[in-house]
């Protein structure tokens, strides 16, 4: 009872709080004159003569298209002034456009403008060593950076369900600190393997530039390995409820952000589907006998969490998913420690990061043809909008499934 009371005022207190903050966003029309500061949350996309940004304005989604020079990025404060457009999409959804409006760059803060020094080193020493297509693909992997890649490597990507390799999910960030905890556990005690690979996370959102979805998907991967060095599962649900809980309660438009929802039900997946498979003796031996075995229970856990909000944000999915995570996963990890350690050292020598990023072209190459040949065999499953009652039911089935494996077991 006492859980349950202290739940509900929880609950309250964020009912209020998303209440006033919706209550009190502003309302734009078309035509309207407008004087907005924003904070870049991601770098422009650019193409040959301009630069596409997107941010929100009020419940709206807002893009302002400018010229190619000077050139934004990620985490500059701009000051804008324009007039709004408006444009209706296929889904019926309203968005803004501001074409060409006259636009400032404010003082940034120091850590921050050090951090966007640090990204704009990365990107350029990447695409310096790498092909277009691997220098994007390892630096969306490692930093969650989305520099432009072919039409069709994309393409290929979202056919094949692995889009989300590129977006510094909770899984990569799980998926990373799990390697350093078997690299560590090889000479060092668990505890302090979990201990360590806890540093490695934060060293890596350093890195990463403290964009809003890698934090994100950090504290939820700490949350993971924190349960573990205590040794106390509830921990971690608890941990990641308030983590969740706690995101929202800052910015309510954290609930609509596909990137948030896609770590948090990930990181559930993780917890709570993943132990399912090694409840099971025999199937315990078949997974820890197996090359591929650790990847197969992760891929499935994570997709079986995130399937309907793939579904509603996408509207396809593959049926060769879980077999091309399954086969590609396994370098994740190791490309965001290259990544990273290339990174790092191209920092202070071209020369030594260019040499320690080239030994991820083999593991580039691998990932690039696994992804192309299971494009082309078909297997695309469409669907239309998911109701949320759809999208309802099948949590609620999932959870009984969940629930009563556990009690079997028990």
């Given at each position: 009872?006492?859980?349950?009371?202290?739940?509900?005022?929880?609950?309250?207190?964020?009912?209020?709080?998303?209440?006033?903050?919706?209550?009190?966003?502003?309302?734009?029309?078309?035509?309207?004159?407008?004087?907005?500061?924003?904070?870049?949350?991601?770098?422009?996309?650019?193409?040959?003569?301009?630069?596409?940004?997107?941010?929100?304005?009020?419940?709206?989604?807002?893009?302002?298209?400018?010229?190619?020079?000077?050139?934004?990025?990620?985490?500059?404060?701009?000051?804008?002034?324009?007039?709004?457009?408006?444009?209706?999409?296929?889904?019926?959804?309203?968005m803004f456009i501001l074409y060409y409006p006259k636009i400032e760059k404010t003082n940034p803060n120091i850590l921050l403008k050090l951090t966007t020094?640090?990204?704009?080193?990365?990107?350029?020493?990447?695409?310096?060593?790498?092909?277009?297509?691997?220098?994007?693909?390892?630096?969306?992997?490692?930093?969650?950076?989305?520099?432009?890649?072919?039409?069709?490597?994309?393409?290929?990507?979202?056919?094949?369900?692995?889009?989300?390799?590129?977006?510094?999910?909770?899984?990569?960030?799980?998926?990373?600190?799990?390697?350093?905890?078997?690299?560590?556990?090889?000479?060092?005690?668990?505890?302090?393997?979990?201990?360590?690979?806890?540093?490695?996370?934060?060293?890596?959102?350093?890195?990463?530039?403290?964009?809003?979805?890698?934090?994100?998907?950090?504290?939820?991967?700490?949350?993971?390995?924190?349960?573990?060095?205590?040794?106390?599962?509830?921990?971690?649900?608890?941990?990641?409820?308030?983590?969740?809980?706690?995101?929202?309660?800052?910015?309510?438009?954290?609930?609509?952000?596909?990137?948030?929802?896609?770590?948090?039900?990930?990181?559930?997946?993780?917890?709570?589907?993943?132990?399912?498979?090694?409840?099971?003796?025999?199937?315990?031996?078949?997974?820890?006998?197996?090359?591929?075995?650790?990847?197969?229970?992760?891929?499935?856990?994570?997709?079986?969490?995130?399937?309907?909000?793939?579904?509603?944000?996408?509207?396809?999915?593959?049926?060769?998913?879980?077999?091309?995570?399954?086969?590609?996963?396994?370098?994740?990890?190791?490309?965001?420690?290259?990544?990273?350690?290339?990174?790092?050292?191209?920092?202070?020598?071209?020369?030594?990061?260019?040499?320690?990023?080239?030994?991820?072209?083999?593991?580039?190459?691998?990932?690039?043809?696994?992804?192309?040949?299971?494009?082309?065999?078909?297997?695309?499953?469409?669907?239309?909008?998911?109701?949320?009652?759809?999208?309802?039911?099948?949590?609620?089935?999932?959870?009984?499934?969940?629930?009563?494996?556990?009690?079997?077991?028990?």
């Amino acid at each position: 009872m006492k859980i349950a009371a202290i739940a509900s005022v929880f609950l309250l207190i964020l009912g209020v709080r998303v209440f006033l903050y919706y209550q009190n966003q502003p309302h734009f029309s078309e035509g309207e004159d407008v004087d907005l500061k924003i904070k870049l949350n991601s770098g422009p996309k650019i193409s040959s003569n301009r630069q596409v940004i997107s941010a929100n304005l009020g419940l709206k989604h807002l893009l302002i298209i400018t010229s190619f020079l000077p050139q934004y990025h990620y985490q500059d404060n701009l000051k804008i002034s324009g007039r709004l457009r408006s444009k209706v999409l296929k889904n019926d959804k309203e968005m803004f456009i501001l074409y060409y409006p006259k636009i400032e760059k404010t003082n940034p803060n120091i850590l921050l403008k050090l951090t966007t020094e640090i990204r704009q080193k990365f990107i350029d020493l990447f695409s310096r060593t790498l092909p277009k297509n691997y220098s994007s693909l390892l630096l969306g992997i490692t930093f969650g950076i989305k520099e432009k890649m072919t039409d069709n490597f994309l393409n290929n990507l979202r056919i094949t369900g692995v889009l989300h390799v590129i977006a510094a999910s909770g899984m990569n960030v799980t998926l990373f600190g799990g390697f350093i905890t078997a690299v560590f556990g090889f000479f060092l005690k668990r505890q302090l393997a979990l201990f360590l690979s806890i540093f490695g996370i934060l060293f890596y959102v350093f890195l990463a530039g403290f964009e809003p979805s890698i934090i994100r998907a950090a504290i939820m991967g700490i949350l993971v390995f924190s349960s573990q060095i205590l040794g106390r599962q509830r921990l971690s649900s608890y941990g990641l409820i308030l983590a969740g809980y706690f995101m929202i309660l800052l910015s309510p438009d954290t609930i609509f952000d596909i990137g948030f929802q896609l770590s948090f039900v990930a990181t559930a997946g993780l917890l709570y589907i993943r132990p399912v498979f090694y409840s099971s003796k025999r199937i315990k031996r078949i997974l820890d006998t197996s090359l591929v075995g650790e990847d197969i229970a992760t891929t499935i856990s994570a997709q079986a969490a995130t399937l309907p909000i793939l579904f509603a944000n996408f509207g396809i999915y593959s049926i060769w998913s879980i077999m091309v995570n399954t086969l590609v996963l396994w370098t994740v990890p190791m490309l965001m420690i290259i990544g990273a350690v290339g990174g790092t050292l191209g920092l202070f020598s071209d020369f030594a990061g260019k040499i320690f990023i080239f030994v991820s072209f083999p593991l580039l190459f691998y990932f690039e043809k696994i992804v192309n040949l299971f494009s082309g065999l078909g297997g695309i499953v469409a669907i239309g909008n998911l109701s949320w009652q759809v999208i309802a039911g099948y949590y609620l089935l999932l959870i009984s499934l969940i629930y009563a494996r556990r009690t079997h077991k028990k």
